[in-house]
């Protein structure tokens, strides 16, 4: 039985996570929950796996469960990360996550994580503390389970090149002028996968490519030109691993996050998922094609932040997570998160420490300098 922390219960991979527990309750066990402002979502949640510790923003409406100890406020969410876990799920969108794998690391928890921004604006010290610590960092992102399973699940492995697939979210197919006026409902229709609203706007922009080369950079200990991006409409094959001698090795499924979920706490068994087998016959053609950086810059943008280093990585971040927050509640256009990243990056003095305070800092800079040029 695997105890697990679960950060994050009420989003889109919380909510997944917990139907993985629910198809094997023999194997998986729920020690805490912590969950964002969906209190009706959460008190149900609290009621069902009856955890010994349960946190979120706001309390819930009605009784308490006898026996929860609870926690409530912006904050709580730490106090999920608990000493009786085997494991903790970081689920936490946006870069509070990087608060709870620090947590993790600290009490030498390992991690599964589907928190992009721990390692896309802390990748240095995240990973440098996890191994200090001998905590392993399990990838939930269905690109980076792809990988991980196409090194035999040895992050050390060599090999020639990593190729991420990216579906090229809503707007793969629309034109410049087109994307000018394209609103937060059009972004949020992504043709192959249902996510959080975040992560899929970040989809649209291929931001969230950019997030998955740095994570690949820190998971695999690798250098930014061995990485590679290409479209793959069909969201088939999720990520490739090129080697050596020239062989590449893929891995395939119908998209479903429950599969990198259920891996991510079994590993190296794989078990029962309910995700449905692949129809070769009925697949058809699988395509391949290069992104469009010129209609998709940002892309290149937040790969430049993390190849400049230091506390630029975490700018770019805050940067779009405040662009894409005001985008949302159409206070901004589409065009004007690119807009935002590169000002906050052009506009950052730069220096400030690699640490947990740097990269508050940073993340406070973004956010202070993308409210100031849009007047929110």
């Known amino acids: 039985m695997k ?107 390992d991690i599964a994580l589907a928190n992009k921004e721990s390692l896309v604006a802390g990748g240095s010290l995240v990973t440098g503390l996890a191994q200090k610590n001998g905590v392993k960092i399990i990838p939930v992102d269905s690109e980076h389970s792809a990988i991980f399973q196409a090194l035999g699940f040895d992050m050390k492995k060599s090999f020639r090149r990593i190729i991420l697939t990216a579906s090229g979210g809503a707007f793969r197919d629309m034109g410049e002028k087109e994307l000018k006026k394209v609103t937060a409902a059009d972004a949020l229709k992504h043709p192959n996968w249902n996510m959080g609203a975040k992560i899929t706007v970040d989809c649209a922009t291929l931001v969230n490519k950019a997030f998955e080369v740095i994570e690949a950079k820190w998971l695999y200990n690798t250098d930014f030109d061995k990485i590679d991006v290409i479209i793959h409409r069909e969201s088939i094959i999720h990520s490739m691993v090129e080697f050596n001698d020239g062989s590449v090795i893929a891995q395939l499924s119908y998209p479903s996050m429950e599969i990198p979920i259920t891996l991510a706490l079994t590993y190296p068994e794989r078990i029962e998922t309910g995700v449905k087998p692949l129809d070769f016959k009925a697949l058809g053609a699988l395509t391949f094609e290069e992104p469009d950086k010129k209609r998709f810059p940002c892309m290149d943008l937040v790969i430049a932040a993390a190849k400049k280093g230091g506390l630029y990585p975490a700018v770019a971040n805050g940067a779009n997570e405040s662009a894409v927050r005001l985008f949302l509640q159409e206070k901004i256009g589409f065009g004007d998160i690119y807009a935002a990243i590169s000002g906050a990056l052009e506009a950052f003095p730069g220096g400030g420490s690699d640490d947990y305070e740097g990269l508050l800092y940073a993340d406070r800079f973004a956010a202070e300098y993308v409210s100031k040029r849009f007047g929110v």
């Open 3 to 109: 105890n697990i922390a679960l950060i994050g219960s009420t989003g889109s991979i919380g909510r997944q996570t917990l139907n993985v527990v629910r198809r094997h309750p023999d194997k998986f066990n729920i020690v805490s929950l912590a969950a964002g402002n969906n209190s009706r979502l959460f008190a149900e949640q609290v009621k069902e796996f009856h955890p010994l510790t349960a946190t979120a923003c706001f309390a819930p409406e009605g009784e308490l469960v006898p026996g929860v100890e609870y926690y409530f406020g912006e904050e709580a969410f730490i106090n999920a990360v608990t000493e009786k876990a085997d494991i903790v799920v970081v689920a936490l969108v946006g870069f509070k996550g990087v608060a709870a794998v620090l947590k993790a690391v600290e009490m030498k928890k």
